[in-house]
């Protein structure tokens, strides 16, 4: 499966943006997938994870209640929608594939990822 990012961009305090993750291979859907960040001089973090079947998610306490992960299997998509963002949201967003097939818990561990799409940056500023 090979990941492609988009919909970075810069937005001012409280606005919104959608990333999308478009996969491509047939087997996307076996396969949980993760949104990570990377702010400067910081280390990587996952924001938001979904489980293979969509039936599950996780979300970080910094963007729980703001952040929403979602999936179309049949269009072979992961998505990131980001509400009310704030200046600390202010970084690189990578999507990333689970090692596992059909993994039967939330991939909610680094370790637990081992394909990685490009960054695409996303700047909260006024």
């Known amino acids: 499966v090979q990941l492609q990012a988009s919909g970075g961009g810069l937005v001012q305090p409280g606005g919104s943006l959608r990333l999308s993750c478009a996969a491509s291979?047939?087997?996307?859907?076996?396969?949980?997938m993760g949104w990570f960040r990377q702010a400067p001089g910081k280390e990587r973090e996952l924001v938001a994870a979904?489980?293979?079947?969509?039936?599950?998610?996780y979300y970080s306490d910094s963007v729980k209640g703001r952040f929403t992960i979602s999936r179309d299997n049949a269009k072979n998509t992961v998505y990131l929608q980001m509400n009310s963002l704030k200046p600390e949201d202010t970084a690189v967003y990578y999507c990333?594939?689970?090692?596992?097939?059909?993994?039967?818990?939330?991939?909610?561990?680094?370790?637990?990822?081992?394909?990685w799409g490009q960054g695409t940056l996303v700047t909260v500023s006024s």
């Open positions: 990333a594939a689970s090692k596992k097939l059909f993994q039967s818990s939330i991939p909610t561990n680094g370790g637990d990822y081992n394909n």
């Open positions: 979904i489980k293979w079947s969509g039936t599950s998610t």
């Open positions: 291979g047939s087997t996307f859907s076996h396969y949980g």
